[in-house]
């Protein structure tokens, strides 16, 4: 499986460097042939749990997947919580997270990957250090623009990296000229703005209106090769502050995810999006049961991947490892599991709010069942007190 995956990864990552985050442009055009005709038609979908969401977002041509999904799941918490929920400033999140990640990459002397990419918790890294602003107050789109463009950005900062580090003569202001070239592209954030007729910092909005408590939450992951229910450093690229995330077995993710939506809470979603059994399209993922034969299927056999309920592979531990361990199993985008659902059998799926516009089946949603989740997913973002009990006490988490 490796040749084949490799081949599929290298014709989406163009347009990116050493990150394995994709911008989405080249994610989307690179799931084009994962589509049935009339799939709407073959499922009945039927929701069990829907939580409250803000609107569906297009990130644009951008990889900025972790900081749309990680907003968004924090949009929902002010929900949760009661408050009239805001549209929160992604761009402003993606900012601050590419300074601070050049200066990590700087102080590696250039040992870290670069690009577009993070991770869920740089949501919450950016909201306890730099604050947050309303989205209305920051877009990052200027002259003219209507939708995000990180590629020329992109490359001129990494480069502006690369050659300090190999220059190995650190200019004191090179911070201020990495800021500079963001501002001429994105803008200068908003220090102070009005929002509801009311003046507010980037600080005093994130602690007023926004009022979440960035300790609260918790970062989840399941290896099999790390000691489960301890802290680990998940090794992928877009780790870059090489945050810790508590290692608990595969099927204590799912029963993480239930628990969550049972009682209110949403989930941020880290996950590979890049198997031909996940389509964007048709609003639909799962684990077929011939996965391994997938690349030898007729056209015909293609067509009909998803019109309709099939059956599924059974992930075990050793199988979603073996695919971590040879690549099958990327870091490839950030969404955010806000339901569930269950189709005509009664199969239960996951519905998951996706960042790519409304250019989907579902209006920018997608069920997702739960052997892929425990196939595919990188890691979660959740409220401690949506953990379930047993759990939490594994983890020592009080």
């Known amino acids: 499986m490796n040749w084949r995956k490799s081949l599929f990864i290298a014709a989406a990552l163009l347009a990116t460097t050493t990150t394995q985050t994709f911008a989405q442009d080249n994610l989307i055009n690179a799931l084009k042939d994962n589509v049935s ?14 939580l409250g969401t803000t609107s569906i977002k297009d990130q644009g ?9 990680g907003n968004s799941f924090l949009e929902s918490e002010m929900i949760r919580m009661g408050k009239q929920p805001v549209e929160i400033s992604q761009i402003f999140t993606a900012y601050y997270t590419y300074l601070e990640k050049a200066k990590t990459y700087v102080q590696l002397h250039g040992g870290q990957s670069q690009g577009q990419g993070g991770q869920l918790h740089d949501v919450l890294t950016i909201f306890r250090k730099y604050g947050a602003v309303p989205r209305e107050a920051y877009t990052g789109l200027i002259n003219g623009k209507t939708r995000n463009d990180f590629s020329q950005m992109s490359k001129t900062i990494e480069k502006m990296n690369a050659d300090l580090v190999k220059n190995r003569k650190i200019d004191p202001n090179w911070q201020q000229a990495l800021l500079n070239t963001m501002n001429e592209h994105l803008g200068v954030p908003p220090q102070s703005f009005q929002y509801n007729g009311k003046t507010y910092t980037p600080r005093t909005w994130a602690d007023e209106v926004v009022g979440i408590n960035p300790d609260d939450y918790v970062a989840i992951s399941s290896f099999k090769a790390h000691p489960y229910y301890k802290p680990f450093i998940l090794l992928i690229p877009d780790n870059w502050s090489y945050e810790s995330f508590y290692n608990v077995r595969m099927d204590d993710m799912i029963d993480i995810i239930d628990n969550a939506l049972k009682k209110g809470f949403t989930v941020a979603w880290a996950a590979d999006v890049s198997e031909k059994y996940f389509s964007w399209k048709n609003g639909v993922a799962f684990v077929p049961e011939n996965e391994k034969e997938i690349d030898s299927m007729t056209a015909e056999q293609r067509a009909t991947l998803f019109n309709g309920p099939k059956p599924e592979a059974k992930i075990t531990e050793e199988i979603r490892q073996a695919a971590y361990d040879d690549y099958s199993t990327t870091d490839d985008h950030g969404m955010h599991i806000v339901g569930l659902a269950k189709d005509q059998n009664g199969k239960e799926y996951y519905i998951v709010k996706n960042s790519w516009g409304e250019s989907n089946d579902y209006k920018g949603y997608i069920y997702v069942t739960k052997e892929y989740v425990k196939y ?19 983890l020592r988490i009080k």
């Open 37 to 50: 005709d009339k799939s709407k038609e073959g499922f009945v979908f039927t929701p069990i749990i829907n």
């Open 61 to 69: 041509s951008s990889g900025t997947c972790w900081s749309y999904s």
């Open 376 to 394: 595919k997913t990188i890691s979660l973002l959740l409220h401690k007190k949506a953990l379930p009990k047993n759990i939490k006490s594994k």
